[in-house]
């Protein structure tokens, strides 16, 4: 299963709500406010998830935010195409709001 | 002439309440008023260099902050808490800003005529 957040783990408890539920192996997108997570400063909102799931920041909302090189190492970026091959080949999704 | 504050609580780009928040300062300020601008918990990340927006086709208005000093806009706080929490510094910011610490910040808020909230 894919799981998608685009909160900020500041703003609302959809990120922890997400990591609660989400399966070992499962993958984890973040987009938007969410890439605030895969910051190195941000990343403790990660809690262990970079060892139980597969995580992946949209990076144009990296660039926008000026995040760029500010990411934590474990998590792989992807483009608009990459998140379009994640929901491809991921039987399921959940886009936690 | 009233004190005005603009409290800034939220990330740029994910909501539209950092844009709609400098559009309403730039109203202010026309009106001759003594405007301060706060940075809180997300709010901190508008103020960060280098956002590049051409990936997600929104305008970039960051560069905005940096024109607000033409309005009489100058005072801009951002709390040290917020800032540090996010590992950020002032030299990663786009502006000058005086940092404050919370005690300091509850007590320049207190001492306001209006407060609004983004």
Known sequence: ?97 | MKKFMFVNRKAPYGTIYALESLEVVLITATFDQDVSLVFLDDGVYELVKGQDTAGIGIKNHSKTYRALDGYDVEKLYVERESMEARGLSEDDLLVDVEVLSSAEMAALMAEQDVVLSF
């Open chain 1, 1 to 97: 299963m894919l799981h998608i957040v685009n909160k900020s783990p500041a703003q609302t408890t959809s990120l922890a709500s997400c990591l609660r539920l989400a399966q070992p192996g499962s993958a984890l997108l973040l987009t938007e406010d969410a890439v605030y997570a895969a910051t190195t400063a941000g990343s403790a909102a990660l809690g262990d998830a970079l060892k139980t799931l597969k995580v992946y920041v949209l990076q144009p909302d990296v660039e926008a935010r000026g995040m760029a090189g500010r990411l934590v190492d474990g998590i792989t970026p992807v483009d608009y195409g990459g998140f379009v091959e994640l929901v491809a080949e991921h039987s399921n999704n959940q886009s936690w709001l």
